[in-house]
């Protein structure tokens, strides 16, 4: 059965970092690509960065970019997102995403095109 699940997130000061981790079970990451997505109070679940199955191509949203970076371990079926110089605008629950797109150095972050979702973990920037 796949399954995601998502660790790493808590509360950080303006200018912090945190890393998140997807670890995924039930599927290869060779076969996948892995979105981070983010969700806060109010407002619709916006793509963040996402990696491909093969070549580790990557992708981020314009305002994380240069700020975060997304990137994994084949052999521990793991996706990380390191988040620096945090703003209190990154306040989001963040999930981790799979797309069934195997040996693909394409990703996208378009929510449509994954299947299965983590739970979440919560990221909150305040002083």
């Known amino acids: 059965q796949l399954q995601l699940v998502e660790s790493g997130g808590g509360l950080v000061q303006p200018g912090g970092s945190l890393r998140l981790s997807c670890a995924a079970s039930g599927f290869s990451l060779a076969v996948y690509a892995i979105g981070w997505f983010r969700q806060a109070p109010g407002k619709e679940r916006e793509g963040v960065s996402c990696?491909?199955?093969?070549?580790?191509?990557?992708n981020y949203a314009g305002s994380v970019k240069g700020r975060f970076t997304i990137s994994k371990e084949n052999n521990r079926n793991t996706v990380y997102l390191q988040m620096n110089s945090l703003k209190p605008e990154d306040t989001a629950v963040y999930f981790c995403a799979a797309d069934w797109r195997p040996y693909s150095t394409d990703c996208a972050l378009a929510r449509g095109r994954y299947t299965s979702w983590g739970q979440g973990t919560q990221v909150t920037v305040s002083s």
């Open positions: 990696i491909s199955s093969r070549g580790g191509s990557t």
